[in-house]
């Protein structure tokens, strides 16, 4: 018998609803959904009991698509339209890929943006990668909401933390082409340490070396009372698993002395390559053998010792970014407590043996390397959706992975936020003019770590116009920068004396912008014969829902912050919303939606400020830290 | 950004303001505060909570990384009191300290082409020391001579940047 629910008094007399949550991985080589039943994290399985798809997307002539093991079975045969480690290609341009003489694909080089010619047209790593989320997203409905109508409360994915912005905004922007409501873009190493610190009650220092198919991260953590802070962060968005596949592929084309492969027999190869090094993690030797199209048989035997020669150096560039982690948390190896072991290609030996080395200790491996980041993010979905219990009540202080800036004369970098900055964070600098009666400026926001701006990543470029003519140097432009949770950047400037103002949401060249987007969502949702209409409709009707929901939460906590006539204007506005939210105008009702947004908004700031007040005064007895 | 509050980051974390600074208690308020706007608490609240929750974390986030570092500290307790520590407008420094600084430039520099660690280490030991008897220093002129302390602010200023030379050399040595 299961236990009757009474609320506790002053909370909303309606016993909670649990939202659905999802946390999803979306990785290099596989692609995981999780979610927290009954307080335990767990990672939903398709039909067949599989956890991990497969992240292979492929694209058929008559427009249909395949994702994961039915496109991995062709991808021998089919390898031109068949997309892997598309996570490689996020928010990239074609010479920015490493090893791209050996993918099979017909890419399509526009400025920026990097594109594969398919079967079924022209695709985007942007439009794969939603393939694949939205076959998550099908998995956990099906699991998780069934045939009862419902709808997720949303999702956390997952990136690496070395990822840069352009590939950030490249992961949500295909999430929403999934249809997924993004409650968070989570760093992978962050999103393991959650789930190894929380399963473990662990405390102090902990490192996660989290080597995946494409991609290489090192995070130093303090786990302190509840609080997970990320100290310093470093990586390499271009270095993992599939780079020993890439090393093993080209030894054995070396020694059989072959050249000018097909894509057939390059992806057969590479396939070949990449079970060789999983053999190799258990055995001493393995022999390689294929056949060529042409019929032509190759043979090669590779022993472990041969193999770890092979990619001795690939370990070794995961140590000096790990060694910089430390420096930059102003930490020495035997300040750590314990070295978290993630991802798949963290199964070789001699990367085990080489961070154990470094750090002088045996690393963890006490939980699933492939599975780890998943649930963690099932974790803070979990408790981003508002099912925080009791005891959940932890705090996650994530840092941004690469400094932020702006160029300045000469093509140098002035350094606005350096990286390693706990997010969100904002910080404003001056600038000034450099010519007399100068009354526009260009400004040219870059990431990265260099001084020369040609060495960095360039993220926007905006203008300030209307500065009043003035003797060079004499105006003030303060330049803001603001990273948000997710860690994306948007940038303000204004003039001082004029209080002109500029501002961008950094959406750098590579991403896509929001028309972009909508389109290609209504293409799908077209696709999928469903009816727009009545699918916009039901998602303002949510989101009218939950702000009636959350501003009648905070005036029941702090109406007494509001003048009599700000409480009425609030509240006619509230009632405006219900009703609009029982017809059937979506458009009304999210316009109504903003308003009531535009009107609450002074009420938020002081909230934040009485919560801060209280904070400090121990109004809040749960605070945390103590 | 319009936020409401007008403390200055000192009164928001309920601290003193003056240089001197009481660690602990600086990150005992700053979890505190954090653990209660952090967005991760708002992210099913409305919009404006939302929007409000991620720039008060970032102003709570940007006055602790002020206070934490003491260069930074140093900065904002002289503009605090309304005087321009002077980066970019004035440059001039006494002459000894002028050739003090260039010693130890060439010093970095001779090791580094060397490739000499140790003495890169010993540098650095050495640098260690000068900056803080110049932080002492600052501590007692940011109480009543601000001209001085925005002097031994410059000067800290290029000696950090002397470290972070260091740093980056050792760096290279490393790779």
Redesign the interface.
């Known amino acids: 018998m299961s236990l009757l629910q009474i609320a506790e008094p002053g909370d909303s007399t309606a016993p909670h609803e649990h939202r659905i949550a999802v946390g999803i991985d979306l990785g290099t080589t596989n692609s995981l959904v999780a979610t927290v039943r009954n307080g335990i994290p767990v990672v939903l399985n398709d039909h067949e009991g599989h956890s991990l798809l497969p992240s292979m997307v492929r694209y058929l002539r008559d427009g249909r698509v395949q994702v994961g093991f039915p496109a991995q079975a062709q991808l021998a045969r089919d390898p031109r339209n068949t997309v892997v480690s598309v996570k490689r290609f996020m928010g990239r341009g074609l010479k920015d890929v490493a090893h791209i003489e050996n993918c099979p694909y017909d890419f399509v080089d526009q400025p920026g943006i990097l594109k594969i010619r398919t079967a079924a047209g022209v695709k985007s790593p942007v439009e794969a990668s939603a393939e694949i989320l939205r076959v998550l997203r099908a998995r956990a409905e099906e699991a998780l909401i069934g045939k009862s109508g419902g709808a997720l409360a949303g999702a956390v994915v997952t990136v690496p933390a070395y990822f840069d912005e352009a590939q950030r905004e490249a992961t949500r922007d295909a999430a929403r082409l999934a249809g997924l409501n993004v409650l968070r873009l989570l760093n992978e190493p962050t999103a393991a340490a959650i789930a190894y610190g929380l399963d473990n009650a662990a405390e102090g220092i902990y490192a996660v070396y989290d080597l995946g198919g494409g991609t290489f991260d090192i995070s130093i953590l303090r786990l302190s009372r509840g609080v997970f802070e990320v100290m310093a962060t470093n990586g390499d968005a271009a270095l993992g698993g599939d780079d020993f596949d890439q090393r093993l592929f080209c030894a054995l084309a070396e020694r059989r002395g072959l050249s000018m492969l097909s894509p057939e027999d390059t992806r057969s190869l590479l396939t070949k390559s990449r079970e060789a090094k999983e053999l190799l993690t258990s055995q001493t030797e393995v022999c390689i053998t294929a056949r060529l199209a042409a019929g032509e048989a190759v043979e090669l035997t590779v022993t472990q010792e041969d193999f770890w020669d092979l990619t001795r150096n690939l370990v070794a560039k995961t140590l000096a970014p790990t060694r910089k982690a430390l420096r930059d948390a102003h930490l020495d190896v035997s300040d750590v407590k314990g070295v978290v072991m993630v991802g798949g290609a963290t199964r070789m030996p001699h990367v085990q043996q080489a961070v154990g080395g470094l750090f002088r200790q045996t690393p963890l491996n006490n939980l699933d390397p492939d599975k780890v980041v998943a649930l963690g993010a099932a974790i803070q979905a979990n408790v981003l959706a508002g099912n925080r219990h009791a005891g959940e009540d932890w705090l996650l202080l994530d840092v941004i992975p690469l400094s932020l800036g702006i160029e300045t004369m000469g093509g140098l970098v002035e350094r606005v936020l350096p990286r390693n900055s706990t997010i969100p964070t904002a910080r404003a600098q001056e600038f000034t003019t450099f010519r007399d009666g100068q009354t526009a400026m260009s400004i040219h926001v870059v990431q990265g770590e260099r001084e020369l701006v040609s060495d960095c990543r360039s993220l926007a470029r905006f203008e300030l116009r209307g500065i009043p003519p003035m003797a060079a140097g004499a105006a003030r432009i303060r330049v803001t920068f603001q990273v948000d949770a997710d860690g994306l950047l948007s940038v303000a400037a204004r003039e001082a004396s004029t209080g002109v103002e500029s501002a961008v949401t950094v959406k750098p060249s590579y991403g896509l912008d929001d028309g972009q987007i909508a389109q290609m969502l209504k293409d799908s949702i077209e696709h999928a014969q469903e009816d727009v209409r009545l699918r916009a409709l039901q998602e303002q009707r949510v989101e009218g829902e939950r702000m009636i929901e959350a501003t009648e939460s905070a005036l029941r906590d702090d109406a007494d912050l509001l003048a009599a006539e700000e409480l009425a204007a609030i509240r006619a506005a509230i009632e405006a919303l219900r009703r609009l939210v029982g017809g059937d105008d979506h458009r009304q009702i999210k316009a109504q939606v903003d308003r009531l947004n535009r009107i609450t908004e002074p009420f938020a700031g002081r909230r934040m400020d009485r919560i801060i007040k209280g904070a400090l005064t121990g109004r809040n007895v749960a605070a945390l830290g103590q | 950004?319009?936020?409401?509050?007008k403390q200055n980051f000192f009164e928001?974390?309920?601290l003193p303001a003056r240089f001197a600074l009481d660690a602990a208690g600086l990150?005992?308020?700053?979890?505190?505060?954090?653990?209660?706007?952090?967005?991760?608490k708002f992210?099913?609240?409305?919009?404006?909570?939302r929007?409000?929750?991620?720039?008060?974390?970032?102003?709570?986030?940007?006055a602790?990384?002020t206070l934490k570092a003491p260069l930074a500290r140093a900065a904002y307790l002289l503009a605090l009191q309304g005087t321009d520590p002077g980066f970019e407008s004035n440059t001039s420094m006494s002459p000894e300290f002028l050739l003090a600084q260039m010693g130890w430039r060439e010093a970095v520099e001779e090791a580094s082409l060397a490739g000499d660690a140790r003495q890169l280490d010993s540098l650095s030991l050495s640098l260690r020391g000068e900056i803080d008897r110049l932080y002492a220093e600052i501590g007692r002129e940011l109480d009543g001579n601000h001209a001085a302390a925005a002097e031994t602010l410059r000067k800290l200023k290029f000696l950090e940047k002397v470290r972070e030379e260091i740093?980056a050399a050792l760096?290279r040595l490393?790779?």
């Open positions: 950004m319009n936020l409401s509050f928001l974390f309920g990150e005992r308020s700053y979890r505190r505060i954090q653990s209660q706007i952090h967005p991760d992210a099913h609240a409305s919009e404006a909570d929007r409000a929750s991620m720039q008060w974390t970032a102003r709570v986030n940007e602790y990384q740093d760096e490393e790779a």
